[in-house]
Nanobody, 126 residues
């Protein structure tokens, strides 16, 4: 079973950038489909982006398209979320998640993922 640890969150002004990392240990990293979720105060957790095992297939929720990029390094067992042009509505706790997958498959539902990190806070001030 893989273990996930997020880092890179913080406080940034609107229009700024942050890069989140999700470091994995304990299993074969390239076996997993990965996702970034976020939960804003008073809201349900939502999928932000997902990436397949090889990194060749990605998904972004509409609100972050063109601003966020997801990537992974299967040698360093790390996934990244590059967040540019941040907005106050991006403020949330960001979680990385993993699920066994194959080929180009992506998982878009929270219930598809079986392993979660502890989360990292992102705060965007206006």
């Amino acid at each position: 079973q893989v273990q996930l640890i997020e880092s890179g969150g913080g406080l940034v002004q609107a229009g700024g950038s942050l890069r989140l990392s999700c470091a994995a240990s304990g299993s074969i990293f390239s076996s997993y489909v990965l996702g970034w979720f976020r939960r804003a105060l008073g809201k349900e957790r939502e999928l932000v982006a997902a990436i397949n095992r090889s990194g060749g297939n990605t998904f972004f929720t509409n609100s972050v398209k063109g601003r966020f990029t997801i990537s992974r390094d299967n040698v360093k067992n790390t996934m990244f979320l590059q967040m540019n042009s941040l907005k106050p509505e991006d403020t949330a706790i960001y979680y990385c998640a993993a699920a066994y997958g194959y080929g180009s498959i992506l998982y878009l539902k929270e219930s598809d993922y079986h392993t979660w990190g502890q989360g990292t806070q992102v705060t965007v001030s206006s």
